[in-house]
């Protein structure tokens, strides 16, 4: 019997006991300086060596297509306001919205999926496919609004060591509300704060100078419904001039899981619909991973002054 410790293990053996997503990458219009950064943050597991990862991002540049790629016609309309309108209204009346989307003047719209820019360059294959299968029928605008702007949900947090921690297979856990007084009396003061999903609506922008919408949100539910046949989504729109103005609504164009804006103001931009092609689509596997967030109590005693004003310092 021949026992292989884990010094031995072949490179292949090794990446066998990694946990995978399968997606695909649309390694053509990763820029030739964030292909090695893109390689190891991601994590890309499939290629297992940065160099094939590499050699496979330089091939695929031949194979985006020439400009022009995008058929004529509006980038979008109002949206069946008519037929939606208590849901809509009910939609604009939550917190997510208040906060997250009426201060950047998002609008309801319904949008042509084909030919939405896309700003990632890698999607879940395995998610995309379990979204796909549930798609609402076509026609079933009610089902379509709740698909289009999910609910996202808090697991329960494991308590320990003085704290709270949470996970998230979906990565949408954010830091918690500021800490606020629940309740006062003479003898307690309960104080609190929400930990609360990121909010996960299809979410677009209308850039200045480009032919169609720049995804900000919910490239996979976009995805999926394009995948399952459909040819329109609902989103919120807004409008901006410049592709660099999605920074304020938290695009991180140094993220290298991103494009950059002059691969979205190309002739020729990435496509939600070239997730779609083989020829141009390429299968990447990443490192399967959680998001994690702990939230503990921590406090200090000290001494301020009594009354009046806090002493200066020369």
Excluded at 106 to 128: E, G, M
């Amino acid at each position: 019997m021949t026992i292989t410790t884990a010094n031995e293990m072949t490179p292949s053996k090794a990446a066998a006991t990694v946990p995978e997503r399968p997606g695909l990458g649309l390694l053509g219009w990763i820029h030739p300086r964030d292909v090695r950064t893109a390689f190891h943050l991601l994590p890309v597991t499939s290629p297992a060596d940065v160099e094939d990862f590499a050699t496979a991002c330089h091939a695929r540049r031949a194979t985006i297509p020439p400009a022009p790629a995008i058929a004529p016609g509006a980038q979008f309309t109002p949206g069946p306001t008519a037929q939606l309108a208590q849901r809509i209204t009910a939609m604009q009346a939550t917190d997510q919205y208040r906060t997250q989307y009426e201060p950047f003047g998002a609008a309801f719209a319904a949008v042509t999926l084909a030919d939405l820019i896309t700003p990632q360059w890698w999607t879940d294959t395995a998610y995309t496919d379990e979204l796909a299968a549930a798609v609402p029928a076509d026609g079933d605008l009610d089902g379509l609004f709740d698909f289009c702007f999910p609910q996202g949900q808090v697991s329960p947090p494991m308590m320990f060591n003085g704290g709270a921690v949470f996970a998230s297979r979906q990565h949408d856990l954010v830091p918690p509300t500021p800490l606020r007084i629940a309740r006062r009396t003479a003898g307690k003061v309960t104080l609190e704060f929400d930990v609360a999903p990121r909010a996960n609506w299809a979410w677009l922008a209308s850039v200045a100078g480009l032919p169609r919408p720049v995804i900000v949100n919910g490239t996979h539910h976009l995805l999926a419904l394009l995948k399952a046949g459909r040819q329109e989504a609902l989103c919120l729109m807004l409008q901006v001039q410049t592709v660099l103005d999605l920074q304020i609504l938290g695009m991180n164009f140094q993220d290298p899981f991103l494009f950059k804006p002059d691969q979205l103001m190309s002739a020729r931009p990435p496509l939600l619909r070239d997730y779609l092609k083989a020829a141009i689509a390429a299968p990447i596997g990443r490192h399967a991973s959680d998001q994690s967030m702990r939230v503990g109590t921590n406090f200090e005693l000290g001494v301020i002054p009594r009354g009046g004003q806090a002493p200066r310092i020369a």
